[in-house]
């Protein structure tokens, strides 16, 4: 008999949580219903992680979660892709986040922190929201920009930013504005890919219809789901990382011995940080044993990254946060950025900057899947 786990939204339990799925895998319900299988220990996730057998394309699903349902011009991404289709997409999203792009991103990055904090307000007597005031639109502009977004349209890109990253799955409000910011990232990145065919300047856009004109030509919708997809791969780990990250340092004791061993310790916060707890949903492209149990064909199997990190069988091993394999997450890097000029640039402008609410007070998103801050409000006393 199969064991069956309930998956939970929330995010104060989250550790404890997943640890507990570790052994053998086990069958699991989510909040809608939908019927997954939950793999857990290290070494089963990282082996998974990179193994053919389970794919990220959607027409290998029969039941159960198959993942968000998004426009046909976006629902064809690198998220829904495997082997020469995403090979192909994925070499002209690469170099952008890769390290050896690191010097233009990473100037990117400190040049629109500067100018984000330049912008907050000089008096610590007011509350304010560190993620929508900071937490979004770092990463939300260095993207933007990257992707050459005019700068007349980067209020409306942080409205949209701030919607996707904190949309509440119990709140319909939430739900429309999703479907709103969405909608207008869409039609934005189709007016962008049309314009810059005829009038190209020097951003991503522009360099993936001239590569695609040279190479292989990239259709409308590819361009315009690579476009929306580099968005949200830029986003929603960097902006939760990022919060998380703060909350739980406004709330420490050891907030300045961590903060002075910033580069030793940045890696451990990130990682209980991770406001991602499990990977990309799967599925089994052939009936597949794990363990003592058969996963058949078309199931869902979603691969816990808080239950692998946190395994003492890791042993030192690299962390899962980012995945593994030809699936890594593009954005890892300029996550890591985001978060180096965020954290402690926070702490060096406003020592003494503290939550605005009690640590229990603070409101996280109802998710299973994505578990971040809907605010993070705070009161910046300057130096």
């Given at each position: 008999m199969v064991e069956t786990a309930v998956i939970g939204t929330s995010a104060r339990t989250r550790w404890d949580e997943h640890a507990a799925w570790?052994?053998?895998?086990?069958?699991?319900?989510?909040?809608?219903?939908?019927?997954?299988?939950?793999?857990?220990?290290?070494?089963?996730?990282?082996?998974?992680?990179?193994?053919?057998?389970?794919?990220?394309?959607?027409?290998?699903?029969?039941?159960?979660?198959?993942?968000?349902?998004?426009?046909?011009?976006?629902?064809?991404?690198?998220?829904?892709?495997?082997?020469?289709?995403?090979?192909r997409i994925r070499k002209l999203a690469g170099p952008a986040f890769s390290r050896r792009s690191s010097g233009s991103l990473r100037?990117?990055?400190?040049?629109?922190?500067?100018?984000?904090?330049?912008?907050?307000?000089?008096?610590?007597?007011?509350?304010?929201?560190?993620?929508?005031?900071?937490?979004?639109?770092?990463?939300?502009?260095?993207?933007?920009?990257?992707?050459?977004?005019?700068?007349?349209?980067?209020?409306r890109l942080r409205e949209a930013a701030t919607a996707m990253v904190t949309v509440d799955a119990a709140s319909k409000a939430s739900g429309q504005r999703l479907v709103a910011a969405i909608g207008w990232l869409t039609a934005t990145f189709a007016t962008l890919v049309e314009s810059?065919?005829?009038?190209?300047?020097?951003?991503?856009?522009?360099?993936w219809i001239h590569a695609g004109d040279i190479e292989e030509t990239l259709t409308e919708d590819e361009l315009v789901s690579l476009a929306f997809l580099m968005m949200l791969a830029g986003l929603e780990n960097a902006v939760h990382m990022c919060s998380n990250i703060i909350a739980a340092l406004l709330t420490s004791d050891d907030a300045a011995a961590t903060l002075a061993a910033w580069p030793t310790s940045r890696g451990s916060l990130m990682e209980r940080a991770n406001p991602l707890p499990f990977a990309i949903r799967r599925f089994a492209v052939t009936d597949l044993i794990l363990g003592e149990h058969t996963v058949s064909a078309g199931d869902t199997v979603l691969l816990t990254l808080f239950g692998a990190d946190s395994d003492p069988a890791r042993n030192g091993r690299p962390s899962l946060?980012?995945?593994?394999?030809?699936?890594?997450?593009?954005?890892?890097?300029?996550?890591?950025?985001?978060?180096?000029?965020?954290?402690?640039?926070?702490?060096?402008?406003?020592?003494?900057?503290?939550?605005?609410?009690?640590?229990?007070?603070?409101?996280?998103?109802?998710?299973?899947?994505?578990?971040?801050?809907?605010?993070?409000?705070?009161?910046?006393?300057?130096?």
């Open positions: 570790r052994g053998p895998v086990r069958r699991a319900e989510l909040p809608g219903g939908q019927q997954v299988w939950v793999v857990a220990g290290y070494d089963e996730v990282a082996t998974l992680l990179a193994d053919p057998r389970l794919s990220l394309d959607k027409k290998h699903a029969s039941d159960g979660y198959t993942g968000f349902a998004l426009p046909p011009a976006l629902d064809r991404n690198l998220l829904n892709m495997d082997g020469d289709e995403h090979h100037n990117a990055v400190a040049r629109t922190a500067a100018a984000v904090f330049a912008a907050l307000p000089e008096s610590g007597s007011e509350t304010i929201d560190l993620l929508t005031a900071v937490c979004v639109p770092i990463p939300a502009l260095v993207i933007g920009e990257l992707l050459g977004i005019p700068a007349h349209l980067h209020t810059k065919r005829t009038d190209p300047g020097d951003d991503l856009l522009s360099g946060m980012f995945g593994r394999g030809p699936h890594y997450c593009l954005g890892a890097h300029a996550t890591d950025l985001v978060v180096d000029a965020v954290v402690p640039q926070l702490f060096v402008r406003y020592p003494r900057v503290q939550l605005a609410v009690a640590e229990s007070a603070l409101e996280y998103r109802t998710s299973w899947r994505s578990h971040g801050l809907v605010t993070l409000p705070v009161l910046l006393t300057p130096r």
